[in-house]
Structure formats: structure tokens, C-alpha cells
């Protein structure tokens, strides 16, 4: 073997060794598990750093190999670096240190974000139909891009997207920015924002088009808040298909601006309807603690004719009372919002020695006014009815009335019959005189309000009242119906429905002139869909304002089902303490 030989064979050996030696203590270094932390930033600026910083896929992970490990570390701090910038840090400095141990090998970076960079200028110019148009002066005001203040790409691009959706919504198509940059002035530590938007024209509405309605189209067209040739707004739009969809004459709306065919800056629009099933039916059982064990039977037709009119119909069965009553209902000019029902209506009731049969036929006029509601009636109606084992009376009243509400809320993200904040607000004014059609002469005005405060995600404040009076000429002559009454699930809390009130000789209550009844109530989040409650009520009716009030105390526990909360309580009265407690379950939203 000649000399040159040897040296060769010398050479592979000591690679070969050199390589076992690598493959050797490579897997030492690979058996160790990354760490990767880094200091200096919190908040937003954390959370975008975590976002851009490559390293961080390896976190609690194998260390990577050495010469891809010091890549990565040199490279995250150029990221960390990219991340502080949206936020206005151009002048950040960023350093690592790697450290090795034997299981954890740590890459710990610290963070100086500098000083932050603050808008100087903003250079903002409008041109096309909208320079004239007051929403986007409005918008200008209400941007979140201030001089002065620090430098935020967020806010910069946000204010971008506002207008453009406020041109979308409005109905300029065409509109584009001409210019959008930010210029950053490294050395003086401040950037120049400049934003051209260009409108272009302003659309129309075009021709309204309304396929497979099974209705008169001159009264579809009352749903429409606008007209051929008026300034296009999605808002309009989104109203029409709210109503429509809310009117329970269609199974599906889809309203949608064809803006593909539109043609001398006019865009038609396309109304498209399936109509419902014509005949509706329900029935359904129940239970209240008020009512005991009940069927509710329903009918509804959705239309009559293709004028909109409506009938509905349903009969209630109970322990306590039975109802039955026919409604027919005629849509108003506006029919999303006013409506007409003549109502024919039955109630027996048999309960604690009342005896009553009440017939009553009305006719209505409902208006809405966003959250408020007004109702107009006038009614007639008789009544039979007898207190425990007293003569047999009959009475006839025709009863003018105006109702109004107002209600506001706030619900649920996940379940719109469950109130974060809210409030209503009601008011009642009836009354008849013994010289049209009434036995008696009477004024009635009863006032009602409900409330639900949230003081934190889990606590609630549940706060009620209601007061009533009635001025007559003859209090005797007012049938049962006409009268104030007390105590129930939806009055006062541990005892029976109706039970509380002035009584007769037998100790059978008739019912007062004045009441008045109150309830605050706190309730607690213990886990998902169930809460809490701690309550006091507090109520009376009676022929006198010195009327004595009674008051109860109880616990209460509330299911949130789909359909609204379903509340089990327990109630005792204060003032009797020798009264057993008593049980109400009650189903329905807060307010």
C-alpha cells in the first residue's frame, strides 16, 4: 500500500469518527425542548408580537437544529421589529440571548419599542356626488384618524373600510381611493396620512321587480319607503325585507339591488317571495302555578285575501279560566307598523268563589313608533258574575281605552329572549259613562314598569311597579273584570292569584279600587343557562290608599331555555308567617 494510500484511509477513518461524534451528540442537542419567551410588551402589542414571531411554532416543541436555531432568533427580531410598527414603534431595539441547559434550551428576547410615532397631517380630500352629501361630512368628523394623536395602522385602515361602506350604503358604486398611504418621518418621529376618495355618482333606485307573491301588489307596495328615481340606501332595502319577513305572509324573502344591470346610474331591484302556508295550527299544553294545568288550540289563516287581511283564533283551557277569542286584522297604511282587528271574546273563569263569564267584542287601532306603541280602543261588554254565594249580577259596559308603551333592551348575543339591560314602560286610561251603553260611570288609569340592569356579566337588578286607581259613581256596579286585584306569579310572590284585595262578608275577595304593587329582585349566574334569584314583593288592592301592603320574601331558580327564562320560586308573607310557602313557575321573557 503505497504512502498516498495510507493518508486517504487516515482521512475517511477521521470522518467517520467525526461524523459517529456528530450523529452522537446531535440528538443530546435535539432531546432538549424549546423555549421561547420575550419581554418589554404587553396588551395589543404582545398579541400582534406572538403573531408575527416564526419562533414560536417550536415552542414547547424538539429544539430545532443549532445553525436553523440561531436563523430563526436573528430573524424574530426583525419580526418583533414588523409587529411594533402598525402600532407607530419604527424606532423599536430588539436582542436575544439563546441559553442552553440540559432539558430547555430558552431563546428570551427583550424588547424596547422606542419612542411611538404621532400623525402630523392628515391629508383628506373628498370629491364626487358625496362632497354635497351631509353623511359623509358627518363621517369626516367621526373618523378615528386625529391629528396629533399616536399612529395606529388599525385606525388607519378602519377609517378607510368607513368609507367605503358608507358609500356602498349609499349608493355610490363607483367610488374609489384615488390616493391612501401613510409617509413615515423617521427622523422627526411623526407620519403624514394622505386619503383621496373619489364617489363618482351617486345610484337611483330603478325598477322595482316582485316575483311570486301570492298578495295584491298595490298592497305589497305599501311596504316600500321608497320609490323609483330616489336616492338608493341599503337601509331601505334591509327595512323592506324586515318587514316583509316579519308580516308571516312568506316563508322566504330575498330583496337584493341588481347592480350588474343597472344602467344610467339607476339600479333595479329584484323582490323575490315564497309565500307561507295559508292555514296555521298550534296546540300546545302548559302549566302555571296561576292558571294550574292548561291546552292552548290555535287557528291562524295568514291571509284572507289578497288584501292582507288576517284572521287569528285561539282557545284556552285551564283550571282557573277558559278563553276564547277571534281576532280579525286589517293592515294599515303603513302595514308594518298599523294595523286595524275587530275581536270577538269569551272568558269563563271559576276561581276562590268568583264565578264570571265575561263577553266582549272590540275594535282596535295599533300604531308603532320604533319603541313606543300606541293602542286605541273601544269595547263592549257584558258580564255575569257572582262573589262566592251573593245574588247572581249582571253588567254591561261600552269602554272607551288608550294604551301606550314604550320599551328599550338590550339582549343577549346568544338568546334574544334573554334581557341584559332593558326597560317598559306602560300607561292605561279607560273608563265608560252611564250614559252610553254603561251600567255605571267610571275612569280608570293604571301605570306599570319593569327594568333588568346588568351590574356584571353574572349579576342582575330585576326591578318592577305597578299603581292603578278607579274613579266611579258606583264601585258596586263594576263587574270583576273592571277591578284591581293582587297576588300571583306576575304580582305578589306567595300568594295565590288574585287572592289579595278587600272581601265581603264570606271573606270572598271582589276586587279594590286602588293598587298598588312592587318587586326587586337580584339574580346570579351560577353556571351556563341556569341563574339564581333573591326576591321581595310587596302589594295590595283596596278601597282606600291607606290600604295596608303585604310583603313576601323568596328564592327562585331560572332556567335560560331557548325560548326565554323558565323561573321555578318559593315565597312566604312576611306579614303571615303561619302561611305555608307557596310555589310559582312561570315561563316568558323579563320584560
Not at 426 to 454: H, P
Not at 552 to 561: K, N, P
Request: net charge negative; aromatic share 12%; glycine share 8%.
Amino acid at each position: 500500500m503505497t504512502l498516498s494510500r495510507i493518508a486517504w484511509l487516515l482521512i475517511v477513518l477521521m470522518a467517520c469518527g467525526l461524523n459517529q461524534t456528530v450523529v452522537a451528540q446531535q440528538p443530546q442537542r435535539n432531546a432538549t425542548t424549546l423555549k421561547v419567551v420575550f419581554e418589554g410588551v404587553d396588551g395589543v402589542l404582545a398579541e400582534n408580537v406572538r403573531s408575527y414571531l416564526e419562533l414560536l411554532q417550536y415552542n414547547g416543541k424538539p429544539t430545532p437544529a443549532s445553525f436553523r436555531l440561531r436563523y430563526l432568533a436573528r430573524r424574530g427580531n426583525t419580526s418583533i421589529q414588523h409587529a411594533l410598527e402598525p402600532f407607530g414603534y419604527y424606532h423599536s431595539e430588539v436582542s436575544h440571548e439563546i441559553i442552553f441547559d440540559a432539558e430547555t434550551t430558552t431563546v428570551s428576547y427583550s424588547i424596547n419599542p422606542g419612542p411611538t410615532t404621532s400623525i402630523a397631517t392628515i391629508d383628506y380630500q373628498l370629491s364626487g356626488a358625496a362632497k354635497q352629501d351631509d353623511a359623509f361630512h358627518r363621517l369626516r368628523r367621526d373618523l378615528p384618524l386625529k391629528e396629533g394623536q399616536a399612529l395606529h395602522h388599525t385606525e388607519y385602515e378602519r377609517s378607510k373600510s368607513m368609507l367605503r361602506s358608507l358609500a356602498a350604503e349609499r349608493g355610490y358604486y363607483d367610488a374609489q381611493f384615488t390616493e391612501q398611504k401613510i409617509r413615515v418621518e423617521l427622523s422627526e418621529q411623526t407620519a403624514t396620512i394622505v386619503l383621496h376618495f373619489d364617489s363618482g355618482k351617486r345610484y337611483q333606485f330603478g325598477e322595482v321587480s316582485v316575483c311570486c307573491s301570492n298578495l295584491n301588489e298595490d298592497f305589497l307596495r305599501r311596504y316600500f319607503h321608497f320609490s323609483e328615481g330616489d336616492s338608493f340606501h341599503t337601509r331601505d332595502l334591509l327595512d323592506l325585507q324586515v318587514a316583509l319577513a316579519g308580516s308571516d305572509y312568506f316563508e322566504s324573502v330575498e330583496v337584493a339591488p341588481l347592480w350588474r344591470q343597472a344602467e344610467e346610474h339607476r339600479v333595479p331591484v329584484s323582490v323575490r317571495l315564497t309565500p307561507n302556508k295559508r292555514d296555521y295550527y298550534q296546540i300546545g299544553p302548559g302549566y302555571g302555578t296561576d292558571t294550574g294545568a292548561r291546552l292552548t288550540l290555535g287557528f291562524d289563516r295568514r291571509w284572507v285575501n289578497d288584501r292582507g287581511h288576517r284572521l287569528s283564533s285561539i282557545l284556552r283551557l285551564s283550571e282557573v279560566q277558559n278563553t276564547g277569542f277571534v281576532d280579525y286584522i286589517i293592515p294599515g297604511k303603513n302595514p308594518a307598523r298599523d294595523q286595524y282587528s275587530i275581536t270577538g271574546e269569551i272568558l269563563d273563569r271559576t276561581y276562590e268563589d268568583i264565578d264570571s263569564t265575561l263577553y266582549r267584542t272590540s275594535v282596535r287601532d295599533t300604531r308603532h313608533y320604533d319603541s313606543w306603541q300606541r293602542t286605541y280602543q273601544l269595547a263592549y261588554q257584558s258580564e255575569d258574575y257572582r262573589f262566592g254565594s251573593a245574588e247572581r249580577k249582571t253588567s254591561a259596559f261600552f269602554v272607551p281605552s288608550a294604551e301606550f308603551s314604550l320599551v328599550s333592551t338590550e339582549v343577549d348575543s346568544d338568546n334574544r329572549n334573554l334581557i341584559d339591560n332593558g326597560y317598559r314602560l306602560s300607561a292605561r286610561l279607560q273608563g265608560a259613562s252611564d250614559s252610553v251603553l254603561s251600567d255605571a260611570s267610571f275612569l280608570s288609569l293604571s301605570l306599570s314598569a319593569k327594568a333588568v340592569y346588568s351590574f356584571s356579566p353574572k349579576w342582575r337588578l330585576l326591578m318592577r311597579g305597578e299603581v292603578g286607581a278607579i274613579t266611579t259613581s258606583d264601585f258596586n256596579e263594576l263587574s270583576p273584570s273592571l277591578r284591581f286585584y293582587a297576588g300571583g306569579d306576575h304580582s305578589v310572590r306567595g300568594y295565590a292569584y288574585q287572592q289579595l284585595g278587600p272581601t265581603n262578608a264570606e271573606g270572598v275577595v271582589v276586587g279594590g279600587r286602588y293598587l298598588g304593587v312592587a318587586s326587586a329582585e337580584v339574580d346570579y349566574l351560577v353556571a351556563p343557562n341556569w341563574r339564581v334569584a333573591l326576591f321581595s314583593d310587596f302589594g295590595n288592592t283596596g278601597m282606600e290608599w291607606t290600604m295596608p301592603w303585604r310583603q313576601t320574601v323568596g328564592i327562585g331558580a331560572r332556567w335560560l331555555s331557548p325560548i326565554g327564562p323558565v323561573r321555578l320560586d318559593v315565597a312566604q308573607a312576611i306579614d303571615e308567617p303561619d302561611r305555608p310557602w307557596r310555589l310559582h313557575l312561570t315561563i316568558g321573557p323579563d320584560l
